[in-house]
C-alpha cells in the first residue's frame, strides 16, 4: 500500500487560513486522495478527496501537486471546531482505508 | 436517517472474558471494515468485509474474530486471546469500490473498551 508521510502537528490562529501538507512521493496512478479528520472520542469523518485537479467543498479545498506526490488540505478560516487529527491517505479500486498517525492540528483563539 | 451505529459506547470487561462489539448499518453498503485505536495513536485494520459472508484479516487480526451473516451488520468478537484488548474500536462501512467509483467511509461514534 502506497504510504503517506504528514507532520506530527501543527498550530494556527483562529480565522486564519490552515494548509496541511501530506506527502505521498509513491502514488499510483489510480490512486485517489482522501483526506478525513477525527475530534476526540470521535470517529473520523470524510473531509474531501481528489485525483489530479484541485477540489473545492463546504468543508475545504484540496490542492494536488501536478506531479501528485504531494498534496495540501487547505481550511480557509480555522475556527475552535477545526481542531482535530487530519489523516491524509490514498486509494485505489479495492483497496482498504489504511490510515496513518495523521497531524494534530491546534487552534489557538 | 441513515448512518453506522456501535454499541455499546463503553464496555468493561474482566480479563480472560470474550465479548463482542456491535456495528449495524443502514446505508445499504456493501463493505465493512473494524478498526482499534490506541492513545495518540492512528487507526490499525483488524478485519474487513467486501461482501455478506466473507471477510479478510487486517494487520492485527490476531486474537479477534467477525461475523458477516447479514449486509447490515458486522460484530467484533474480542477473545481472550487478544493480549492487550483496551483500546478504542471503530466500525465503518463504505460502498466497494469497484474500477472508477470512488467513495468515503462512514464511521460510527466508536466503543471504548476496558479491560480490567
Known amino acids: 500500500d502506497a504510504k503517506t508521510t504528514q507532520p506530527n502537528s501543527m498550530e494556527s490562529n483562529e480565522e486564519e487560513p490552515v494548509h496541511l501538507p501530506c506527502n505521498h512521493s509513491t502514488i499510483s496512478g489510480t490512486d485517489y486522495i482522501h483526506w478525513y479528520r477525527q475530534l476526540p472520542s470521535q470517529g473520523p469523518e470524510y473531509v474531501i478527496h481528489?485525483?489530479?485537479s484541485n477540489v473545492n467543498n463546504r468543508m475545504a479545498s484540496l490542492a494536488i501537486a501536478e506531479d501528485r506526490k504531494s498534496s495540501t488540505l487547505i481550511l480557509h478560516r480555522a475556527t475552535l471546531r477545526d481542531a482535530a487529527v487530519y489523516y491524509c491517505?490514498?486509494?485505489?479500486?479495492?483497496?482498504?482505508?489504511?490510515f496513518g498517525t495523521g497531524t494534530s492540528l491546534t487552534v489557538i483563539p | 436517517d441513515g448512518g453506522i451505529t456501535q454499541s455499546p459506547k463503553y464496555l468493561f470487561r474482566k480479563e480472560g472474558q470474550n465479548v463482542t462489539l456491535s456495528c449495524e448499518q443502514n446505508l445499504n453498503h456493501d463493505a465493512m471494515y473494524w478498526y482499534r485505536q490506541d492513545p495518540g495513536q492512528g487507526l490499525r485494520l483488524i478485519y474487513y468485509?467486501?461482501?455478506?459472508?466473507?471477510?479478510q484479516k487486517g494487520d492485527i487480526a490476531e486474537g479477534y474474530s467477525v461475523s458477516r451473516e447479514k449486509k447490515e451488520s458486522f460484530p467484533l468478537t474480542v477473545t481472550s486471546a487478544q493480549k492487550n484488548p483496551t483500546a478504542f474500536y471503530l466500525c465503518?462501512?463504505?460502498?466497494?469500490?469497484?474500477?472508477?467509483?470512488?467513495?468515503?467511509?462512514?464511521f460510527g461514534q466508536g466503543t471504548r473498551l476496558t479491560v480490567v
Open positions: 491517505i490514498l486509494l485505489y479500486t479495492g483497496n482498504q482505508f489504511y
Open positions: 481528489g485525483l489530479t
Open positions: 468485509s467486501q461482501i455478506v459472508n466473507d471477510f
Open positions: 465503518a462501512s463504505s460502498i466497494y469500490r469497484r474500477q472508477g467509483i470512488n467513495t468515503e467511509a462512514f
